[in-house]
């Protein structure tokens, strides 16, 4: 069985960095890729990020590029999401996802955590 939690969510002011961690378990094999999604209320949940186990490829959402930094840690399963320069417009719920194939749309994705939230005060 697969099993993804989320942590590191919080409230931080505008302009300040938190880090979220995705860990995994159940997984076998290399070939999977874990996404980072959002959602806050009224919205529909949106790509954030996207890292390959195997390879290391990751791409970003514009939105994002360039203030979050998406990086894995195999030896534990890990995955996090670096988030630099928060906005307000980054409040939502972070969910971590994996997809057995390279995926940046959410209905591409098999498994999903819990979520966590993320609030950027300004």
């Known amino acids: 069985q697969v099993l993804l939690v989320e942590s590191g969510g919080g409230l931080v002011q505008a302009g300040g960095s938190l880090t979220l961690s995705c860990a995994a378990s159940?997984?076998?094999?290399?070939?999977?890729?874990v996404g980072w999604f959002r959602q806050s209320p009224g919205t529909e949940r949106q790509f954030v990020a996207a890292?390959?186990?195997?390879?290391?490829?990751?791409d970003y959402s514009d939105a994002v590029k360039g203030r979050f930094t998406i990086s894995r840690y195999n030896p534990t399963s890990t995955v996090y999401l670096q988030m630099n320069s928060l906005k307000p417009e980054d409040t939502a719920i972070y969910y971590c996802?994996?997809?057995?194939?390279?995926?940046?749309?959410?209905?591409?994705?098999?498994?999903w955590g819990q979520g966590t939230q993320v609030t950027v005060s300004s």
């Open positions: 159940g997984l076998t094999g290399a070939a999977y890729t």
């Open positions: 996802a994996v997809s057995f194939e390279w995926s940046e749309t959410h209905g591409g994705y098999n498994h």
């Open positions: 890292i390959s186990r195997s390879t290391g490829r990751t």
